[in-house]
């Protein structure tokens, strides 16, 4: 296990209204590592995302990204100290070119990929440079959410469910560059309900059932109970 955490997460509970979704949520995420969500749909998944971010105020508990406890931090705060979101909806304007959506964001860390790298990383971007935002694929989408927050030098990426709608061959992308993020030392927080993509990406895996971590395993355990797990999660 690597040693530096990026993200802690301790006794995070979370409500809309008077209706708890995450009850005492305690994970961790280190340098380097891709970390799984995994539960059916209205588990808690998305929410806690978003109270990583800053999106969602109605919690208590504590977040910590690299040492420092984000307390009440606007999301802009946290996208600045190098959170970086990916949301399931992937977040592009679409009455911008591709380059543009790249460039719009600040860059936050020397370590932002630049445009060249981005790119070389991304060669369908590279074709689609000048291509507007409505004019992407869903998978051309998918890609350039996360170039954005590669470009900016987010530390962290939370990504939330990038490979629901995609066509196979899109998925296996999307998963090879996730590799490629991790193999540059970035870390990955992951909404996933695709079990079989999450076990090709992943090194750990939470299991959330009715807003609570009920099991935390290794990507070894998580394979050896995919059918399992594929049966839990109706898939």
């Given at each position: 296990?690597?040693e530096?955490?990026?993200?802690?997460?301790?006794?995070?509970?979370?409500?809309?209204?008077?209706?708890?979704?995450?009850?005492?949520?305690?994970?961790?995420?280190?340098?380097?590592?891709v970390?799984?969500?995994?539960?059916?749909?209205?588990?808690?998944?998305?929410?806690?995302?978003?109270?990583?971010?800053?999106?969602?105020r109605?919690?208590?508990?504590?977040?910590?990204?690299?040492?420092?406890?984000?307390?009440?931090?606007?999301?802009?705060?946290?996208?600045?100290?190098?959170?970086?979101w990916?949301?399931?909806?992937?977040g592009?304007y679409?009455?911008?070119?591709?380059?543009?959506?790249?460039?719009?964001?600040?860059?936050?860390?020397?370590?932002?990929?630049?445009?060249?790298?981005?790119?070389?990383?991304?060669?369908?971007?590279?074709d689609?440079?000048?291509?507007?935002?409505?004019?992407?694929?869903?998978?051309?989408?998918?890609?350039?959410?996360?170039?954005?927050?590669?470009?900016m030098?987010s530390?962290l990426?939370l990504?939330?469910?990038p490979?629901?709608?995609?066509?196979?061959?899109?998925?296996?992308?999307?998963?090879?560059?996730?590799?490629?993020?991790?193999?540059?030392g970035?870390?990955?927080?992951?909404?996933?309900?695709?079990?079989?993509?999450?076990?090709?990406?992943?090194?750990?895996?939470?299991?959330?059932?009715?807003g609570?971590?009920?099991?935390?395993?290794?990507?070894?355990?998580?394979?050896?109970?995919?059918?399992?797990?594929?049966?839990?999660?109706?898939?």
């Amino acid at each position: 296990m690597l040693e530096n955490r990026v993200l802690e997460i301790d006794g995070l509970s979370a409500w809309y209204g008077e209706a708890r979704v995450l009850t005492d949520v305690s994970l961790s995420v280190h340098e380097g590592e891709v970390v799984t969500l995994v539960g059916r749909n209205g588990a808690g998944k998305t929410t806690l995302l978003r109270s990583v971010m800053g999106l969602h105020r109605q919690i208590e508990g504590t977040v910590r990204f690299a040492g420092t406890e984000l307390g009440r931090r606007s999301p802009d705060a946290r996208a600045r100290a190098g959170l970086g979101w990916v949301p399931d909806d992937r977040g592009i304007y679409a009455s911008l070119t591709v380059s543009e959506n790249l460039l719009l964001p600040p860059v936050v860390h020397p370590d932002g990929w630049s445009l060249e790298q981005v790119y070389q990383a991304f060669p369908v971007l590279a074709d689609r440079r000048s291509s507007m935002g409505t004019q992407l694929s869903g998978g051309e989408q998918q890609m350039l959410a996360i170039a954005r927050v590669l470009r900016m030098g987010s530390r962290l990426l939370l990504l939330d469910e990038p490979s629901e709608g995609l066509a196979p061959v899109i998925v296996q992308r999307i998963g090879a560059i996730i590799r490629e993020i991790k193999a540059a030392g970035v870390a990955v927080l992951l909404v996933e309900q695709n079990v079989k993509f999450a076990a090709t990406v992943a090194d750990r895996h939470y299991l959330l059932a009715q807003g609570r971590v009920v099991e935390s395993l290794d990507n070894d355990s998580f394979q050896a109970r995919e059918s399992e797990l594929l049966t839990y999660l109706g898939m």
